[in-house]
């Protein structure tokens, strides 16, 4: 039996198991894809990591990655199917067969992206990853859906392939920290459709433009792709009866303690006002910390 099985092996994740191999715990490291650092490795540029600046997300997740595997956690590739807690001892079952017992669980599956909720969007040529596809639209015109900073970002990038990339957002203002908004507004590639409601992703098979309606009316916009960031939904699919969730998030404070003894949530599945790496790698820190105190107290 492991001392601490962590489900997710994004920076959340990977912090708790370098915190538990500090506290000589044995840690197990859940990935569902492998070698896999989480949703940060599809991040052009990190420049809000303290001490890292200017990183890719890969090559940032690749240095917890190492880290982690120096201290000594081990990884096991799986897809979980079920987790429960049976006489003070954590079973989590993989959708292949398989189970491993943890006396204590660290559940941080991240998220997943959210998807538009509109008519037309299961069409090909709709992407939820700029770093991955942004090379694919060279010289094109693309466009991307959302305000948040991944929006910005994603813009941003594209704006060095592209010819044109649409910035669509249906407020009157980007959610998007302002150094990101400065660097959209110098960027002359860039336009910004505000207050826009997406209606529907024209075409075939393939996208081929957006119809929104603006100011009481409906417009269209040719487009060679689409790019979706929207914003995400938490994976705690598995924590449905398990623990305490608000809206869809594990109920948990920085301790990262859930409802359910030896269960704790760490990073973008737990409730938390914000989701950045350096917020996730302390929840990881802190996760192992209160799992090592729940270990010490109870076995």
Same mark, same amino acid.
């Given at each position: 039996?492991?001392?601490?099985?962590?489900?997710?092996s994004g920076p #959340?994740?990977?912090?708790?198991?370098?915190? &538990?191999?500090?506290?000589? @715990?044995?840690?197990?490291?859940?990935? $569902?894809?492998?070698?896999?650092?989480?949703?940060i490795s599809v991040t052009d540029r990190v420049e809000n990591y303290p001490g890292l600046y200017g990183l890719s997300g890969y090559e940032l997740g690749e240095k917890f990655r190492e880290q982690a595997e120096t201290l000594g956690a081990e990884f096991y590739e799986g897809e979980v199917e079920?987790?429960?807690?049976?006489?003070?001892?954590?079973?989590v079952k993989f959708k292949l067969g398989g189970e491993k017992t943890a006396k204590a669980v660290v559940y941080a599956a991240g998220t997943s992206y959210r998807h538009l909720g509109v008519k037309g969007e299961d069409k090909q040529r709709i992407s939820f990853c700029a770093v991955c596809d942004g090379f694919f639209y060279k010289d094109k015109?693309? #466009?991307?859906?959302?305000?948040?900073?991944? &929006?910005?970002?994603?813009? @941003?990038?594209?704006?060095?392939?592209? $010819?044109?990339?649409?910035?669509?957002h249906r407020r009157d203002e980007f959610r998007a920290n302002k150094s990101l908004q400065k660097k959209v507004d110098d960027t002359e590639n860039i336009v910004k459709i505000m207050s826009?409601?997406?209606?529907?992703?024209?075409?075939?098979?393939?996208?081929?433009g957006i119809v929104y309606e603006q100011a009481g009316e409906e417009k269209s916009l040719a487009l060679d792709g689409i790019f979706c960031a929207v914003g995400s939904v938490p994976n705690t699919q598995l924590l449905e009866g398990v623990c305490?969730?608000?809206?869809?998030?594990?109920?948990?404070?920085?301790?990262?303690?859930?409802?359910?003894?030896?269960?704790?949530?760490?990073?973008?599945?737990?409730?938390?006002?914000?989701?950045?790496?350096?917020?996730?790698? &302390?929840d990881g820190a802190n996760a192992a910390a209160s799992a090592e105190k729940y270990i010490s107290d109870n076995f």
């Open positions: 039996m492991t001392d601490i099985i962590i489900i997710g #959340a994740g990977l912090t708790a198991a370098i915190y &538990a191999r500090r506290a000589m @715990l044995s840690a197990l490291v859940v990935e $569902k894809d492998y070698m896999g650092t989480g949703q079920s987790l429960e807690q049976a006489d003070g001892v954590w079973h015109t693309v #466009a991307v859906i959302g305000g948040g900073d991944t &929006a910005l970002g994603d813009a @941003l990038y594209l704006s060095k392939l592209a $010819k044109t990339v649409y910035l669509v826009a409601q997406l209606k529907e992703i024209t075409g075939g098979a393939n996208a081929e305490k969730l608000e809206g869809g998030y594990a109920a948990a404070g920085e301790d990262c303690v859930t409802s359910a003894a030896g269960l704790f949530a760490a990073g973008d599945v737990r409730t938390t006002p914000l989701r950045q790496v350096v917020t996730a790698a &302390a």
